[in-house]
Nanobody, 119 residues
Framework: QVQLVESGGGLVQPGGSLRLSCAAS????????MNWYRQGPGKERELVAG????????NYADSVKGRFAISRDNALNTVYLQMNSVKPEDTAVYYC????????????WGQGTQVTVSS
């Protein structure tokens, strides 16, 4: 059974930092492109950041470029999202997503972790 379990969310003040983790089980993430999505209140789910299976390429939403960093540790089967200089508009539920690099129908989601940016 495939599971993606996010952790590290919580309440953070504007300008602060947070690191999200996504621990995978039931699959080997080195075969997967890994993504972080988010869904804010009253908003559609959007792609925040993605990283290739080898980690040699990343992409970011314009709204988080220069502030967030995605990384992966294939040995630990875990993906991270370092969030710096957070803003109130970063408030959302953050979801981990895995898409097989060759079989795109193998597509898995975590349950999400809440991030609230507020003073």
């Amino acid at each position: 059974q495939v599971q993606l379990v996010e952790s590290g969310g919580g309440l953070v003040q504007p300008g602060g930092s947070l690191r999200l983790s996504c621990a995978a089980s039931g699959l080997t993430i080195r075969r997967y492109v890994m993504n972080w999505y988010r869904q804010g209140p009253g908003k559609e789910r959007e792609l925040v950041a993605g990283i290739t299976s080898t980690g040699d390429s990343t992409n970011y939403a314009d709204s988080v470029k220069g502030r967030f960093a995605i990384s992966r540790d294939n040995a630990l089967n875990t993906v991270y999202l370092q969030m710096n200089s957070v803003k109130p508009e970063d408030t959302a539920v953050y979801y981990c997503n895995a898409v097989h690099k060759q079989i795109v129908t193998l597509n898995y989601w975590g349950q999400g972790t809440q991030v609230t940016v507020s003073s």
